[in-house]
């Protein structure tokens, strides 16, 4: 159980592109979904909270305008990387949990999106 | 500020040489310690959940504790196969939720 599906594994697209990266709970809801960033050798960083139904939240420094979320199910975030620049090429993750925002279940991550912008 | 702290950035073992990844932490009312393996170019895979300390945990070759300002990972006899990056986490709030804060991994590499 608490599968989280993560699509495309793989983007390569040139710059000034947008990318759409898709989050799915396969097997259970979630009304929060967690979006990290993660550079070669670095640890997972947070870049935004999803929450079904309402903004997401962004941590500091993440822009707003540049990296869109939409929570439209209990199911399904979408983070778009808009006007992608090659200092955005990264691995992007995706998380959700059984609970809701502020359980203490474990967090379920996807595989991850390698974002490559030329 | 909560911050995990972990050691060594990286580990080379012999095949059933047995040791310890260490997670030190400074969480303000911790709500759980999480450590997670993570495979090149994959998420991470969840691995265990410790919540009060003196808690441990068992999987396979790995055994996971908790005290009131570390955790640890201790893997006995690894195998090739258990090479990976560990990573601890402890849940930070923030105003929808409960996002984790990650340490920067070990990197365990297991030679046959």
């Known amino acids: 159980g608490a599968v989280v599906s993560q699509h495309p594994s793989r983007v390569i697209c040139k710059s000034g592109t947008s990318v759409k990266i898709e989050c799915r709970s396969l097997?259970?809801?979630?009304?929060?979904m967690f979006w990290y960033r993660q550079f070669p050798k670095q640890s997972l960083m947070l870049m935004a909270t999803s929450n079904e139904g309402s903004k997401a939240t962004y941590e500091q420094g993440v822009e707003k305008d540049k990296f869109l979320i939409n929570h439209a199910s209990l199911t399904l975030s979408t983070l778009t990387v808009t006007s992608a620049h090659p200092e955005d090429s990264s691995f992007y993750i995706c998380?959700?949990?059984?609970?809701?925002?502020?359980?203490?279940?474990?967090?379920?991550f996807g595989d991850g999106t390698r974002l490559s912008i030329l | 500020e909560d911050q995990v702290t972990q050691s060594p950035e990286a580990l080379r073992l012999q095949e059933g040489e047995s040791s310890s990844l260490n997670c030190s932490y400074t969480v303000s009312g911790l709500r759980g310690l999480f450590w997670y393996r993570q495979d090149p170019g994959k998420g991470p895979e969840f691995l265990f959940t410790l919540y009060s300390a003196g808690e441990e945990k068992e999987k396979e070759r790995l055994k996971a504790t908790l005290t009131k300002k570390e955790s640890f990972l201790h893997i006995t006899a690894p195998k090739p196969e258990d090479s990976a990056t560990y990573l601890c986490?402890?849940?930070?709030?923030?105003?929808?939720?409960?996002?984790?804060?990650f340490g920067k991994g070990t990197s365990l590499l297991v030679t046959p």
């Open positions: 998380s959700a949990n059984t609970g809701t925002g502020y359980s203490n279940q474990p967090q379920h």
């Open positions: 097997d259970f809801q979630a009304t929060t």
């Open positions: 986490a402890a849940p930070s709030p923030g105003d929808s939720g409960y996002a984790l804060n």
